[in-house]
């Protein structure tokens, strides 16, 4: 199974910007997807997370209401489109995949519990 994320780029506080995740391998339809960040010197955090069927998502208490994420089974691909974006989102941002369903909401928040790892993309929110 492997991640692409793409998308990352700079951009000014308020603005916007879509991150995409493209998942190959393995059957995407069932996975669990989640997209985490790490800025410098920090560690890895949760942003965002989407259950195998669309239905369910979560987020990180800093982005709700800012972030959303969906998935397009016809694509493997996973979206986070981030608006009002602020200095404090410039980070790395990941996408992690799982084939497991996910029994607590806080588990979808946990890195041990994703496989397999993209490579990461470079958001930037700067003036």
């Known amino acids: 199974v492997q991640l692409q994320a793409s998308g990352g780029g700079l951009v000014q506080p308020g603005g916007s910007l879509r991150v995409s995740c493209t998942v190959s391998?393995?059957?995407?339809?069932?996975?669990?997807v989640g997209w985490f960040r790490q800025a410098p010197g920090k560690e890895r955090e949760f942003v965002s997370a989407i259950s195998w069927s669309g239905t369910a998502t979560f987020y990180a208490d800093s982005v709700k209401g800012r972030f959303t994420i969906s998935r397009d089974m016809a694509k493997n691909s996973v979206y986070l489109q981030m608006n009002g974006l602020k200095l404090e989102d410039t980070a790395v941002y990941y996408c992690a995949a799982d084939p497991n369903t996910f029994l607590t909401t806080s588990a979808y928040g946990r890195t041990s519990n994703y496989d397999y790892w993209g490579q990461g993309t470079l958001v930037t929110v700067s003036s």
């Open positions: 391998g393995g059957t995407f339809s069932s996975y669990t």
